[in-house]
């Protein structure tokens, strides 16, 4: 009996273990089947939107900045050097690297022995050529009282000639006697013809004379000047640089010492392109004398001045482009020639422009506006010019436009934008929503069993179960449980 009773226990217990494994078996499959054939849960979608910064265009009158380098150089820059050689007896302290000297400063004397003894001897010919000059009047003088004798000698032959003749003629004189008259008057002519001979030759000795005289004065003004030389003295105020000359040096004719340059006159030569070089031209092709301004970066301390263009270079040189141009720098302290310097010039007045960043304009010169219903449009503009990171394009039909700063690959035609303007803070009032039942439940369910902290969790769950609950928050949560 005992065994037929343990028997039946079995197989009552085996029974009920099988209806309940078939019972467990048909609740998955139902379940299975009923995830199966549920529909998808959907939620409502919301056109995407971009924030983006925007600019009111707005036409205006702007002065362009044309930006180059360039090279500062001294307007006044003379070569020191010795027109005559010698031994530098004497320097001046300033006849140094970077010395400071004012217009008619003694900055070296050269040995002047040897100019000294040659104008010593050029004084000496200058003497002998006087002398001469002096000998040859006196000769002058006596010839022409010689002249004058001779000629008063042969007016008295002449004379006694015609009494010769006269007593011939009335039969008391002889033909002898007329014959010694007439000899005695030729040789007075003679005489006078010799005399001014002499004065001729008088007279050619005095040029010749003059004419040395002349010369070894000239070699007089050569020697003073030579031994002038011998003292170097500064031409202008100015600073001298490439000093190679100490006293006891030796100095060859025409060797360069040094370099006197006066900081204070300076100018800066830049070259720009020659379409921006088009720009500076007036309406007759000339050069506008634009202003300019330089600047020198040294270490945080920035040095400027400011100047106006004077000139152009007369040709383009070799291996270069564009025109080289040169501005005078009207007051510079603390610049020196030789300086790198940033060049900002003022290009003439652009009337009806706008100035926008370069980043508004795409590579197909169009920018992007927004519409009254805060979407995007496409407009063509004209990029007059380029500033650094701005553009100036031209206002014509456009003032007025909202236009987006910067442009993305993810703006384009007809996107729904939130325009943001600099400057201006919105205030953003959350938009609230009502939940239905169940889909308060679901919210709350899904918040309960995540992985949040028990504080987040008690913050979002006591947001969820006010009447009205922020619409991003809803957005948030069912944008988790899609995915």
Do not use: C, H
Request: proline content about 4%; aromatic content about 2%.
């Amino acid at each position: 009996m005992r065994f037929l009773r343990r028997s039946l226990t079995g197989i009552f217990l085996l029974s009920v273990t099988l209806v309940l494994l078939a019972w467990a078996g048909n609740t998955v499959r139902g379940a299975v089947e009923a995830r199966l054939n549920a529909e998808p849960r959907s939620f409502p979608q919301r056109e995407r939107e971009f924030s983006v910064n925007v600019v009111t265009l707005a036409a205006q009158t702007i002065v362009p900045e044309l930006v180059v380098f360039g090279e500062l150089r001294s307007q006044r820059t003379l070569d020191l050097r010795s027109a005559t050689g010698g031994t530098v007896l004497e320097a001046s302290d300033a006849l140094v690297e970077g010395g400071s000297v004012t217009a008619g400063q003694l900055l070296l004397r050269i040995d002047p022995v040897e100019a000294q003894e040659a104008l010593a001897r050029i004084r000496a010919d200058v003497q002998d050529a006087q002398a001469e000059l002096r000998d040859a009047e006196r000769a002058l003088a006596l010839g022409q009282d010689e002249l004058a004798a001779a000629r008063a000698q042969a007016a008295l032959r002449d004379q006694a000639l015609a009494r010769a003749l006269d007593l011939q003629g009335r039969g008391v004189g002889t033909t002898a006697a007329v014959e010694d008259a007439e000899l005695a008057a030729s040789s007075a002519a003679a005489a006078v013809l010799t005399r001014r001979q002499s004065i001729a030759t008088a007279e050619a000795r005095i040029d010749q004379a003059t004419t040395r005289l002349a010369r070894v004065q000239i070699d007089l003004a050569q020697a003073e000047r030579n031994l002038a030389e011998t003292e170097i003295r500064a031409a202008f105020d100015g600073t001298l640089t490439d000093v190679t000359v100490s006293p006891g040096g030796r100095l060859t004719a025409n060797e360069m010492f040094a370099r006197l340059v006066d900081p204070t006159a300076l100018e800066v030569a830049f070259r720009v392109a020659t379409s921006q070089y088009a720009r500076l031209l007036d309406d007759t092709g000339s050069l506008t004398r634009a202003p300019v301004s330089v600047a020198l970066d040294a270490s945080g301390v920035n040095l400027t001045a400011a100047g106006r263009i004077t000139r152009e270079g007369a040709s383009v040189g070799a291996g270069q482009t564009g025109r080289q141009l040169f501005a005078q720098i009207d007051s510079a302290p603390g610049l020196r020639p030789g300086d790198f310097v940033t060049v900002r010039i003022a290009e003439p007045a652009l009337d009806d422009v706008a100035l926008l960043p370069a980043t508004a304009v795409g590579s197909d010169q169009m920018i992007l506006t927004v519409d009254a219903e805060d979407r995007l449009q496409p407009q063509p503009v004209d990029v007059l010019r380029r500033q650094g990171d701005d553009v100036i394009i031209a206002a014509a039909g456009l003032a007025g436009l909202n236009v987006v700063m910067e442009r993305s690959p993810l703006l384009g035609a007809g996107i729904k934008v939130r325009p943001i303007r600099p400057g201006v803070v919105e205030e953003e009032t959350a938009q609230m929503i009502m939940l239905d039942a169940d889909r308060r439940a679901r919210l709350i369910a899904y918040v309960a069993e995540g992985q949040m902290p028990d504080n987040v969790k008690a913050r979002i769950i006591a947001q969820l179960e006010q009447d009205e609950v922020s619409s991003e928050t809803v957005e948030r949560l069912e944008s988790r449980m899609g995915s």
